[in-house]
Nanobody, 113 residues
């Protein structure tokens, strides 16, 4: 069983930055696609960013140019650097290990206007 532990969420003003981290236990991290999803109140969970095991990335249109996903395989950690945050980025952010469909517990990001 792989455990995913997110950290780095918090309250920030519009235009600010946060860096989320997701640390994974187990040995399959390096061979799995890793995702960041988010879910705002009353809305469906949506894919924010994805990174392949080799580092290829994809982003939701709403975050392109502002968010950057990266991974450090020796540290079993995936990151989400979020810049120029907007109030509409407010959500619970979840780390997802695609290979086994494992989810982290989520970390709250709140952006004030």
């Amino acid at each position: 069983q792989v455990q995913l532990v997110e950290s780095g969420g918090g309250l920030v003003q519009a235009g600010g930055s946060l860096r989320l981290s997701c640390a994974a236990s187990g040995s399959i991290f390096s061979i799995s696609v890793m995702d960041w999803y988010r879910q705002a109140p009353g809305k469906q969970r949506e894919l924010v960013a994805r990174i392949s095991r080799l580092g290829n990335t994809n982003y939701a249109d709403s975050v392109k140019g502002r968010f950057t996903i990266s991974r450090d395989n020796p540290k079993n950690t995936v990151y989400l650097q979020m810049n120029n945050l907007k109030p509409e980025d407010t959500a619970v952010y979840y780390c997802h290990l695609a290979l086994k469909d494992y989810w982290g517990q989520g970390t709250q990001v709140t952006v004030s206007s």
